[in-house]
């Protein structure tokens, strides 16, 4: 029998993981790993809808298919995530793209294996998408492709409903994994040899919220960084109506979690904040800062943010400038507010015009990248150490990050891929640092 290939794409970051856990199911299935179209057995596509740009290049992806399934009709071709979850979106997808073979969704990706044995005993499509969360599958053969890092979900869903978001439509309400089967992933994962490990949720600090594991996010945090080895703790995402001392009290009990947090703010102004259904107050969300800052003066904070939300006018835009300022994020991600089918905000009155969105994403990415620009320059003449996770073909240098995220570059002899090296750092761009290896 010849080998057979896959291929699978993912939409968003959220999705990484979960395109680990398909690739799983592939190789369980005997299929390889290609990067070659013309090869591929069959191709997944793990799509995003949270903006309408992921959703474009989605459906840019799916189209460029047509010539390849036309020459090679045998190529399987299936589409999932959370795009398949939207309403109506199955239909407009199968129209679009009559050559689909399989469709499912983010609530029966499990299911891809007797998806596939079935499209390939029948002619017609198959499309399974289910409406309801169940009960969570536990799954063990992840094909993980981020070593020295490991992604660990410890949620999935999410129950917040920000007025802007999609994601509580198209990944049902929040459930939390048993502590104990996150525990045995995260011992297993150190054993092979991952050195970060990071806990996933849309808002892990509402971990076990519904009673169902009986332990708190701060509690199971404890436990994961109790487990024996030198590795890092990572979590995210947070939110700030549920951030709270708790958890910086664990952060501090142990050196493994990394002194970095990501706390999406979405914007700094509190009537836009109240109409983003966010329950929290820019003053809320400076003091959690302050408490945090109060453990570790070091401490560094990234954050999510929107600009161009119905009803924002120049003086809120200005407040998110300021609050940037205030908190000196190490980096943001920042995003123009993208109209969602179904969510509240889309039938708010107030649509910002675009060129106004743009002005302020304009202003607001120069403005982040200063202060990036600015703490990168204070890493010059310091040593900080890396774990080191891939090698950079073209520069030929390896790199890595430090505690913060913050990237670093050097030039090894030797595969340093997964160790911990000390970096002197001689310059600093950008986001990115250079160095030598402090022996
Ligand atoms: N438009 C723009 N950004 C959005 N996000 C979520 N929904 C939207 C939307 N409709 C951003 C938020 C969130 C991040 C993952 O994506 O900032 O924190
Ligand atoms: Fe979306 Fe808000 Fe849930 Fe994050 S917390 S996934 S922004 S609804």
Known sequence: MSQKYFIVTYGCQMNVHESEKIAGILRRMDYVESDKLENADIIVFNTCCIRENAENHAFGNIGALKKLKKQKPETLIAVGGCMTQEKGKTEILRKKFPFIDIMFGTLNLEELESLIKR????????????????????FEDAYRTSYPNAWVNITYGCNNFCSYCIVPYVRGRERSRKPEYILAEVEKLVKEGYKEITLLGQNVNSYGADGSTGMTFAQLLDKVASIEGKFRVRFMTSHPKDFNEDVVRVMAKHEKICKLVHLPVQSGSNPVLKAMNRRYTREKYLDEIKMLRSYFPEAEVTTDIIVGFPGETEEDY???E??????DFASAFTFVYSKRQGTKAAEMENQIPEEVQKDRIMRLVALVNSLTRKKSEKYVGKTVEILCEDYDEKKGLYLGRDEFGRMGYFASMENKIG??????VTKANGISLFGEIDQ
């Not at 160790?419 to 002197?424: I, M, S």
């Open 119 to 138: 499209k390939k005993s029948q002619k017609k499509k198959v499309i399974e998408i289910r409406e309801k969360e169940g009960e969570i599958i536990e």
């Open 322 to 327: 300021a609050l940037v300022k205030e908190v």
């Open 318 to 320: 200005l407040q998110t």
């Open 419 to 424: 160790e911990f090296v000390q970096l002197k």
